[in-house]
């Protein structure tokens, strides 16, 4: 089975610049897409970013664009999320996900393995 397991939430000031990470096992990394979702309190889970398997290819929401980057290392099953410029609107729980769809996709349905989340709250 795989496994995915996110780090580098936690409280952070608007304007922080934390980076999260996926940690993966249990799977050949380099044959998934990856992506982040998350979901704000009292909101649907949504989608955050993609990348292609080979990392050449990511896509971004466009709340996040200019301001998030998605970063993959095959060689250590790992993908980062460098988040800078957080807003209060970005607080929630970051989740990662595995897919093998076989191209990029934001919908939720094409992923089959997630991680437990890691919680980010933007407060001042």
């Known amino acids: 089975q795989a496994q995915l397991v996110e780090s580098g939430g936690g409280l952070v000031q608007p304007g922080d610049s934390p980076r999260l990470s996926c940690e993966a096992s249990g799977l050949t990394f380099s044959y998934y897409e990856m992506g982040w979702f998350r979901q704000a309190p009292g909101k649907e889970r949504e989608f955050v970013a993609a990348v292609s398997r080979s990392g050449d290819i990511i896509d971004y929401v466009d709340s996040v664009k200019g301001r998030f980057r998605l970063y993959r290392d095959n060689a250590k099953n790992r993908m980062d999320l460098q988040m800078d410029s957080l807003k209060a609107e970005d607080t929630a729980v970051y989740y990662c996900?595995?897919?093998?769809?076989?191209?990029?996709?934001?919908?939720?349905?094409?992923?089959?393995?997630w991680g437990q989340g890691t919680q980010v709250t933007v407060s001042s």
């Open positions: 996900a595995a897919s093998r769809s076989g191209g990029l996709s934001r919908r939720i349905t094409d992923f089959s393995s």
